[in-house]
């Protein structure tokens, strides 16, 4: 198996920090989806393009969470249960707003301007990461399993992208300290 992706990706991140956690085997290969030849491998394996993209012999699979499932399938791990997908989704959705907001900075705009796209995305991620900090302070994530995971890559990665102030959600930053030491946590830390 061979997982496309990149080293600074959340998306990706999840799924490399699965694999250490899980003893997963597959091959790593690091893309910049901005420069001309990865572009041409990434539109060549995945339509949407978007990473992460997992290959396993004639089986492309898009996006990290129908990989995790099919990892889990292929690999016997117990599905995600209704609420842990609902939990899932919540993590994806802040993770897809600031995307879209970092990609508005680096298209140069004022992310912080009284526009209606740009207070939808802050008002989604905050709302979500309300959400996330009540379910940490009721134990939700104690089980470091997928979910707690992609929590862990989404919180890391807004650090390393300082995309949003995480003072007021204490629970989150407890949960993120108790996890950043980690081997899955240090070894697929996000770098430029």
Request: hydrophobic share 40%; glycine share 2%.
């Amino acid at each position: 198996m061979q997982l496309y992706g990149s080293l600074t990706s959340p998306y990706v991140r999840r799924l490399r920090a699965l694999a250490i956690e899980k003893d997963i085997e597959f091959d790593f290969l690091n893309l910049n989806i901005f420069a001309e030849k990865d572009r041409e491998t990434l539109v060549k394996l995945n339509p949407t393009r978007k990473i992460p993209m997992l290959v396993d012999g004639e089986q492309v699979i898009f996006d990290s969470n129908v990989i995790y499932r099919y990892l889990a399938q292929k690999l016997d791990f117990t599905p995600l249960s209704w609420n842990q997908e609902n939990t899932l989704t919540l993590i994806n959705s802040a993770n897809d707003s600031l995307v879209e907001l970092l990609i508005c900075q680096r298209s140069e705009f004022d992310t912080n301007d009284d526009k209606l796209f740009f207070n939808l995305q802050r008002e989604r991620v905050n709302g979500v990461l309300s959400v996330l900090n009540d379910a940490a302070e009721q134990g939700t994530f104690s089980d470091y399993n997928y979910v707690a995971l992609s929590l862990f890559c989404l919180l890391d990665w807004i650090i390393f992208r300082n995309l949003t102030d995480l003072t007021r959600y204490s629970a989150l930053q407890v949960f993120h300290s108790e996890h950043k030491n980690r081997a899955s946590s240090i070894e697929t830390a996000p770098r430029d």
